[in-house]
């Protein structure tokens, strides 16, 4: 997945009017464009919920809800990349900042080619990131669907009486005839399983 750095959605989120008008034409000279430019972390918030950007620059300091907070928020309803500005370089805003949304943290005073930088390091993050979430996804639906055939061979083989290889063979050729992925031919499989074995308990009542 290649990251993309030009001609970005961008929202902003800061308290101080110099800084958001240090943001509106920095951005904008960077061949950005500015979606939105909020005063406090709900506003940034909304305007994310409406349109939704390619990318969030927040301060953390703000009234009604900080950055962090609203970076997460922004992050739960649709995965976004977030730079953190602040005048602070507190421990705690930077444990905080950890581990969730925020690719990059800045402390002001911000230069513009530090924002260009921070920019271009955050979205080649972000997509290493998604990159990688994207492979664990897989890995994991492999592994299930790996159980799930594992599972269906047991039972082809108890119920017609044929040796694993041969059940495995029968799961194929079924699956190779109805145009089927293997896995959802084994997932067939187990739950007919399971209405067979709900008959046989009810028929031995």
């Known amino acids: 997945m290649k990251p993309y750095t030009d001609h970005l959605k961008i929202a902003v989120a800061d308290d101080e009017p110099d800084m958001r008008q ?3 034409e920095v951005l904008t000279h960077l061949g950005h464009k500015v979606l939105a430019i909020a005063e406090t972390g709900k506003q940034l918030v909304e305007s994310c919920r ?26 739960g309803d649709h995965p976004t990349p977030v730079i953190v500005v602040s005048a602070h370089d507190d421990a705690e805003y930077l444990e905080r900042a950890r581990g969730g949304p925020v690719m990059t943290y800045l402390i002001k005073p911000v230069k513009p080619a530090d924002l260009q930088a921070a920019i ?32 269906a061979k047991g ?6 009486r044929v040796e694993e290889p041969d059940a495995f ?4 050729k079924m699956a190779s005839v109805h145009n ?9 499989v187990v739950n007919s399983d399971k209405v067979f074995q709900e008959l046989e308990m009810n028929n031995n009542k």
């Open 155 to 160: 039972i082809v083989s108890r119920r017609l």
């Open 50 to 75: 409406t349109n939704p950007p390619d990318l969030v620059i927040t301060d953390v300091k703000m009234p009604d809800m900080d950055g962090l907070d609203a970076a997460k928020t922004i992050a």
């Open 120 to 151: 271009a390091m955050t979205m080649v993050r972000f997509a290493q990131l998604r990159e990688a979430n994207a492979e664990a996804a897989q890995l994991r639906q492999a592994l299930e669907e790996r159980k799930l055939i594992e599972r």
């Open 180 to 188: 089927r992925k293997l896995a959802d031919v084994a997932q067939q």
């Open 169 to 172: 063979r029968k799961l194929q």
């Open 22 to 24: 240090f943001f509106q």
